[in-house]
């Protein structure tokens, strides 16, 4: 169940939307001030949070600020809708440009409130699943089911073949030399043969079928490379 903060010094309001969004599914905490809500979002980040605009103490603007130069990058990409009386252009500009992803004028009504809070939410799943893949020529991997697919097809790699493969990935812009690899994948205190790195090289290649394996190149004498397919044929023939 996805998690709202209500942030609203307006008792009624408060909790109207406290009954309202529960009824609609979804789990909501409630606070009077942004510093209350700032100090639970420490402990455990929400899915999306409303923020009212007036406040006591800090108001919603700079709290959201606040919440954008966070280290957190969970909070840092917080989908936060911005509530308030303001209604002229240059106070929802404002209020936009510091950092709110979306502007609602009181009064308000529920049903759109409640369609606007589902589009907020859709839009944060979407940018999610994209930052969870990553794809390098006929390679793709799923980071958070931990899936890899070669031409179309799912290949079955143990933990450390995924982790060799995410590794080289993720750094396929570069050459990664054999010790950084060992370092990454088997730990600074591993003292086995360097043949470990290049079996499983091998079975990755194999694995990865043939446009895939290609995929993987040999620098000789420094490590390897991730290249896309049709680079990597490429390279082949210079």
Not at 45 to 64: C, E, Q, R, S
Request: glycine share 8%; charged share 35%; proline share 2%.
């Amino acid at each position: 169940m996805e998690v709202i903060y209500i942030v609203e010094d307006d008792e009624n309001i408060r909790n109207l939307l406290s009954v309202a969004l529960t009824g609609f599914g979804y789990q909501t905490e409630a606070f009077e001030t942004a510093e209350e809500a700032l100090a639970r979002m420490e402990g455990e980040a929400p899915d999306l949070a409303v923020f009212d605009w007036m406040l006591p103490g800090m108001d919603g603007t700079d709290a959201i600020k606040a919440i954008r130069s966070k280290e957190n990058q969970e909070l840092r990409q917080l989908p936060i809708l911005l509530l308030t009386a303001k209604d002229k252009e240059l106070d929802k500009v404002e209020g936009l440009d510091g950092g709110a992803d979306d502007y609602m004028v009181k009064p308000f009504g529920i049903l759109e409130l409640s369609a606007r809070i589902r589009s907020l939410l859709r839009r944060t799943r979407k940018e999610e699943k994209k930052e969870n893949q990553i794809k390098v020529g006929v390679i793709q991997a799923d980071k958070q089911i931990r899936e890899v697919l070669s031409d179309g097809n799912v290949v079955d790699l143990t933990k450390k073949e995924y982790d060799l493969l995410l590794c080289l990935m993720e750094n396929h812009s570069r050459i990664l030399t054999r010790e950084e690899l060992l370092d990454r994948i088997w730990g600074y205190s591993y003292e086995g043969e360097s043949r470990t790195l290049d079996m499983h090289i091998r079975t990755l290649r194999q694995k990865l079928g043939d446009r895939g394996g290609a995929c993987i190149k040999t620098i000789r004498g420094v490590g390897y490379r991730m290249l896309d397919a049709e680079k990597a044929a490429w390279q082949d023939k210079t």
